[in-house]
């Protein structure tokens, strides 16, 4: 009979234990020559990849792919090393194609270590037997992730880091001939000019730029040898590890065991510089414009520049030019009245939307979001209370401790209850984390951001200066682009809900009110003097009420 001879790893460790690739084939091998297998040297195969995962690219497009075409002439025995080697999923699509071909007669399964086989002649007990050796094999890989994950929360309980190492700590072997834990210290090289940084920004006296040029002076490079880039820099300053908090994406924050690279009020004025500079990110010059710094070429991607020509009637206007610094542009100058205009058309059509329209829309949106909201707000309640309780067993528990006339309760039991508590403390704080990211509470900001959006023309209007023009623009339009004279863009998220809705009657009179906004396509709008669409809607309606 023809065999294939298939061997399988995923990890290091299995190629250092005995089950690397070339002792599976060898195994097979011996197995096949006592059977009088017939194996080809073209149906040996070998795959470094899980058997866990839903897409095994290799195992399907190979081992698959060659069963099925010798089926068609032949009956075929398939080896594998053992019953792990194949899967270690009970509800793969490939255990059960294999399987169901080994019970039509078309395959015998071979597990060379476990000693089973698999054909049409499978007995209840031998079926058992390998439905007992695939359960055997998911819950050894569940066990392990589920293992996995209770040492990353131990480790994040005891302020451990499992990340990269930044900029200015080093990873050293506490003990190499032990093979002990890594831990981290400060890198006495670089520590000081990392720290130097945050210094120096500080001051709010040096841009970004400036500080990667002198710190590069001073000798700093990366753990590669490399020159630190701008954003380099600026994601450094951004890094609250530096003052002991580290941030993981998944789990949130926590405080660190590690030295500190600053101190926490050196890292705040670093973050107050920063918030200062984005709020207002140019230096005041005698002329402002509009659109100053918001525009860009669409056919170069440079920024679009403004300059004011007086006319020989004594008139001053303003134009715009791509700064052409690729130098593939051609200088073509935009009256800024142009551009002005596809945006005053926007902005009628936000003042057209109607009182009564405003109040469907609130009502509607509201109406869409009442279960979530009462959901969210009794888990968090939930989550208080318990958080509540678990403290105050705490406070009894060291109480009934340091009572001298107690002697019910020993040190090590002490330290056993209290460790339980903090536990549980713990993976509540952890679950207040998870909720405060699924806040939404974003109703209550629904009707200020529908009524600034009615009265943006006139918001607009009364701004005579026009950084505040600039800035509102900047609130409204998203991604503004000038090509051959004309203006590009789309609504920022919530406006364009707010628009996309008021021009969708049909929506405020749908009787489901269990339907989200989101379940509607909008069509797309196109304006005189611009073209502009509505993308979906993204993110929550936040920071609204303070454009009333």
């Known amino acids: 009979m023809k065999a294939l001879n298939i061997s399988r790893v995923s990890t290091e460790e299995q190629k250092e234990a005995g089950n690397s690739l070339p002792a599976q084939i060898e195994r097979i091998k011996r197995y096949c020559d006592r059977k009088d297998f017939v194996v080809e040297e073209r149906d040996i195969f070998s795959f470094d990849e899980s058997a866990y995962k839903e897409k095994r690219d290799d195992f399907d497009g190979k081992v698959i792919a060659r069963i099925d075409e010798i089926i068609k002439k032949e009956k075929l025995a398939v080896c594998f090393d053992k019953v792990d080697r194949l899967a270690r999923n009970v509800f793969d699509k490939r255990v059960a194609y294999l399987y169901q071909l080994a019970l039509e007669g078309k395959i015998e399964l071979h597990f060379v270590s476990d000693n089973q086989i698999i054909s049409d002649k499978l007995s209840a007990t031998e079926k058992s037997g390998f439905s007992m050796s695939l359960v055997m094999a998911s819950y050894y890989s569940n066990a392990i992730s589920d293992n996995v994950k209770r040492a990353f929360e131990q ?6 880091w499992t990340g990269a190492v930044r900029l200015g700590y080093l990873n050293v072997q506490l003990d190499v001939e032990k093979r002990l834990r890594k831990d981290i210290i400060l890198d006495p090289e670089r520590g000081y000019l990392v ?34 880039s701008k954003s380099g820099v600026e994601n450094i300053l951004k890094d609250s590890f530096y003052c002991g908090i580290a941030i993981s994406k998944k789990y949130g924050s926590f405080a660190h065991k590690y030295p500190r690279l600053i101190t926490k009020e050196l890292f705040d004025k670093c973050h107050q510089v920063r918030t200062k500079r984005n709020v207002n990110p140019y230096k005041a010059i005698s002329k402002d414009f509009i659109f100053k710094g918001l525009l860009k070429c669409q056919n170069c991607g440079c920024s679009m520049s403004a300059e004011t020509k007086v006319k020989p009637s004594g008139l001053t206007f303003t134009y715009y030019s791509c700064t052409n610094a690729k ?3 051609k200088r073509v100058y935009v009256p800024e009245k142009d551009l002005l205009k596809p945006v005053y058309e926007v902005l009628e059509r936000f003042e057209s939307i109607s009182e009564d329209t405003q109040n469907q829309l609130v009502d509607k949106l509201r109406e869409t979001t009442e279960m979530e909201v009462v959901f969210h707000k009794a888990q968090i309640n939930r989550i208080r209370t318990e958080y509540d309780k678990l403290k105050q067993a705490q406070n009894n528990l060291l109480n009934i401790f340091i009572n001298p006339d107690n002697k019910s309760i020993t040190k090590d039991t002490y330290d056993k209850k209290h460790q339980e508590l903090q536990d549980k403390i713990q993976e509540l704080e952890i679950e207040m984390s998870e909720h405060s990211k699924a806040d939404y509470e974003y109703q209550n900001t629904v009707a200020t951001v529908i009524s600034v959006a009615r009265r ?3 918001i607009f209007d009364n701004s005579s200066d026009p950084a505040r023009k600039r800035q509102f623009l900047n609130y409204i339009l ?8 004309k203006l590009y863009f789309t609504i920022a998220s919530p406006f364009n809900l707010v628009l996309e809705l008021a021009s969708t009657p049909n929506w405020l009179r749908r009787q489901d009110s269990n339907l989200r906004p989101s ?11 611009g073209l502009y669409h509505h993308p979906p809607l993204q993110g929550r309606m936040r920071g609204a009420s303070h454009l009333s």
């Open 456 to 458: 943006a023309k006139t």
């Open 155 to 160: 480790k994040r309980r005891n302020g451990e």
């Open 478 to 485: 998203q991604n503004p682009t000038v090509n051959e004279k």
């Open 519 to 529: 379940d509607y396509t909008y069509p797309k709008i196109s304006l005189r003097g």
């Open 327 to 329: 130098g593939i542009c």
């Open 195 to 228: 720290q130097k940084m945050f210094e120096l920004y500080a001051t709010d006296q040096y841009s970004l730029e400036t500080i990667r040029n002198k710190i590069t002076e001073l000798g700093l490079r990366t753990l590669k040898g490399n020159v630190l």
